[in-house]
């Protein structure tokens, strides 16, 4: 069992930065993939970034690709976003998330365990 907490968000104008984090506790952090995934009003949850258990091997999705890093601290048991360049269209529920498959994936289906959501708005 791993507990995540988001934190970081917030309300941010365009061409603003945020970052979030995730705090994990529970079963060793660095077995697990961990991903960020966001959802939009009326809009199904979507695939954001994905980094590996060493942090050796990182994933996005195009509509964020340049603009945002993510980045993990095995140490700290944590999990983070950084996002620049910020759009209106980057408002959402973002949500950080947990895997243990064998692997690779960027499927939210995959992914065992979720935090609660941490709101990002960004307004024009």
């Known amino acids: 069992q791993v507990q995540l907490v988001e934190s970081g968000g917030g309300l941010v104008q365009a061409g603003g930065s945020l970052r979030l984090s995730c705090a994990a506790s529970?079963?060793?952090?660095?077995?697990?993939?961990m991903g960020w995934f966001r959802q939009a009003p009326g809009k199904e949850r979507e695939f954001v970034a994905a980094?590996?258990?060493?942090?050796?091997?990182?994933d996005y999705a195009d509509s964020v690709k340049g603009r945002f890093t993510i980045s993990r601290d095995n140490a700290k048991d944590t999990v983070y976003l950084q996002m620049n360049s910020l759009k209106p269209e980057d408002t959402a529920a973002y949500y950080c998330?947990?895997?243990?498959?064998?692997?690779?994936?960027?499927?939210?289906?995959?992914?065992?365990?979720w935090g609660q959501g941490t709101q990002v708005t960004v307004s024009s």
């Open positions: 998330a947990a895997g243990s498959f064998t692997g690779w994936s960027t499927r939210a289906r995959l992914y065992d365990y």
């Open positions: 529970g079963r060793t952090f660095s077995s697990y993939v």
């Open positions: 980094i590996s258990r060493n942090g050796g091997r990182t």
